[in-house]
C-alpha cells in the first residue's frame, strides 16, 4: 500500500510548499483539493473550508495546472485524484474536473451522491443518483479517469452497503467506491472486511482519518468531532489487516481533521504511526 495526502487536510500550505514536505516525509503521492476559496476569506486565518492555500481554483489556467503538475513529477509523487464538491447530477460540473484530473495525470476524482435529509424520499435520490453514475461511466470512458463514491455521512451512501448498491451493475474500470471509515464514524459503520469483500473490485481507494463521539449540551447529547489517527472509534490496525486480507494495494490517502497541530508536523506523525501499524 503507498500513502498519499487529500490537500483539504493542510490549508496553510501551498502546493508547493505541501510538495515538497510530501517528498520530505516519505509520501508517494498527493489529492488534490479543487474548491475556489470564498472571497470573503481570502484574508481569513487557513482553514480546511475557508482559505485553503492548498487547493486548486475551480477555473485554474492550464499554465497553473502545469506548474502544479510539474512541481508533483520534479518530486517524484503521483497525482493520486482531484477532489472537488459536486452536485450529483451535474454531469458538465463533473466532465470540467475530469478534464483537470486528465491535465494534472490524475486517474480518478470524487463524484455526486445525493444528500439525504428531512422531506428527502430514499427511492426518488437513489434513481437520481444511479442515472448521474451512468453518465459519470460514460465520461470515464471517454477520459479514462474513474468516478468514485465516497462513503460520507449525510448522503445516501453512509455504509459500505448502501454505497455498493449505488455501484452495482457498473464498470468498475470506470466507477468505483472510496472507502472512508472516519466518515462512518459518524453513521454507517459495518464490519470494514465485510464491506471490503462485498465492494469487491469497486473498492478503489481509501482515506485516512479519525473521530469520536463525545459529549456536549452538558452531557445531555453526543456529537461526533474530529480527532487523531491513535485516538478515535477507528481502529486502524484492524483496517489495514482487513484491507491486506482482500489483497488491497492501493492508496491509503489522509485526510485529518484533527487540528490540534500544524499540518506540518501532522503529516510526519501520521505517516509514522500508519507505517507502525503496518
Not at 520534479?74 to 452536485?87: A, C, E, N
Not at 478503489?204 to 456536549?216: E, L, M, S
Not at 452531557?219 to 484491507?243: E, F, P, Q, Y
Request: glycine content about 10%; proline content about 4%; charged content about 25%.
Amino acid at each position: 500500500m503507498k500513502f498519499s495526502v487529500f490537500t483539504v487536510m493542510t490549508p496553510e500550505l501551498t502546493p508547493e510548499e505541501l510538495v515538497a514536505a510530501l517528498k520530505e516525509y516519505g509520501y508517494d503521492g498527493v489529492e488534490w483539493r479543487m474548491k475556489d476559496v470564498p472571497e470573503s476569506a481570502v484574508k481569513e486565518a487557513p482553514s480546511f473550508w475557508g482559505n485553503n492555500r492548498c487547493s486548486i481554483g475551480e477555473s485554474a489556467s492550464d499554465w497553473e495546472l502545469g506548474r502544479i503538475r510539474e512541481w508533483t513529477r520534479q518530486r517524484g509523487l503521483s497525482v493520486v485524484g482531484v477532489t472537488p464538491y459536486l452536485t450529483a447530477g451535474d454531469l458538465e460540473g463533473t466532465e470540467r474536473v475530469m478534464r483537470v484530473a486528465k491535465k494534472l495525470g490524475a486517474r480518478q476524482i470524487r463524484v455526486g451522491v445525493p444528500w439525504y435529509g428531512p422531506g428527502a424520499k430514499y427511492d426518488e435520490l437513489f434513481s437520481q443518483g444511479v442515472e448521474y453514475l451512468r453518465g459519470v461511466e460514460a465520461l470515464s470512458g471517454k477520459y479514462a479517469v474513474k468516478g468514485l463514491v465516497e462513503t460520507h455521512h449525510g448522503t445516501i451512501a453512509p455504509s459500505v452497503g448502501l454505497a455498493y448498491r449505488l455501484v452495482d451493475g457498473l464498470d468498475p474500470d470506470r466507477v468505483g467506491v472510496l472507502l472512508d471509515p472516519g466518515n462512518m464514524v459518524h453513521e454507517g459503520y459495518e464490519a470494514y472486511r465485510m464491506g471490503m469483500e462485498l465492494l469487491g473490485p469497486y473498492l478503489a481507494h481509501v482515506h485516512v482519518k479519525n473521530a469520536c463521539w463525545v459529549r456536549r449540551d452538558g452531557g445531555k447529547s453526543w456529537h461526533v468531532s474530529w480527532c487523531s489517527l491513535a485516538d478515535g472509534i477507528v481502529d486502524w490496525k484492524r483496517v489495514l489487516a482487513d484491507l491486506k486480507s482482500v489483497g488491497y494495494n492501493g492508496y491509503l490517502c489522509f485526510e485529518d481533521f484533527s487540528d490540534v497541530q500544524p499540518s506540518r508536523v501532522v503529516l510526519k506523525q501520521n505517516i509514522e504511526y500508519l507505517r507502525s501499524l503496518l
